[in-house]
């Protein structure tokens, strides 16, 4: 499943739409979405809302991951995530902060694949600490990156 969100103006009006889709052979198709009353990122809680949503209507245990782009963390969303052992994948900024716990050491996680060809993909199996939790890392350079 996957979570995004959409938000422009329209002359003096807001639009900011956020919907969770199913993603079936790379593409996204939108099962829920919401109109939110302001601008901006939507919050941890109307995240968890949207998902429980789902979970109400499908069952938990159609979830495979979820996907999202690097807007969506927060450590209530994340914790939330990680309690229902919901797996996710969700991109990270190039300036995310990354503790090493086997070098006792907190680098940029973009550092951890720095060295990436076009087209090539790294998974970081080594543990390591961001937003408070122990996450992995993986990480794609594609060819549309700048």
């Not at 968890?48 to 209507?57: K, N, P, T």
């Not at 979830?63 to 914790?79: C, H, M, T």
């Not at 050491?105 to 550092?111: G, M, S, Y």
Request: glycine content about 6%; proline content about 2%.
């Amino acid at each position: 499943m996957s979570i995004d969100q959409t938000n422009w103006k329209f002359g003096q009006l807001d639009i900011n739409i956020f919907m969770l889709g199913v993603v079936y052979q790379g593409v996204a198709f939108p099962l829920l979405f919401t109109m939110l009353p302001k601008r901006g990122n939507s919050s941890s809680q109307e995240r968890i809302d949207m998902v429980e949503h789902f979970i109400r209507l499908f069952r938990k245990d159609v979830i495979e991951s979820l996907v999202a782009d690097r807007e969506f963390v927060g450590q209530q969303w994340l914790g939330y995530l990680n309690h229902n052992n919901i797996r996710y994948h969700i991109r990270i900024r190039n300036n995310f902060k990354a503790f090493l716990p086997h070098k006792n050491k907190e680098i940029k996680a973009a550092l951890l694949f720095h060295n990436l060809a076009l087209g090539q993909l790294r998974h970081c199996s080594k543990i390591v600490r961001g937003q408070r939790r122990v996450v992995q890392f993986v990480r794609a350079k594609n060819i549309c990156q700048g």
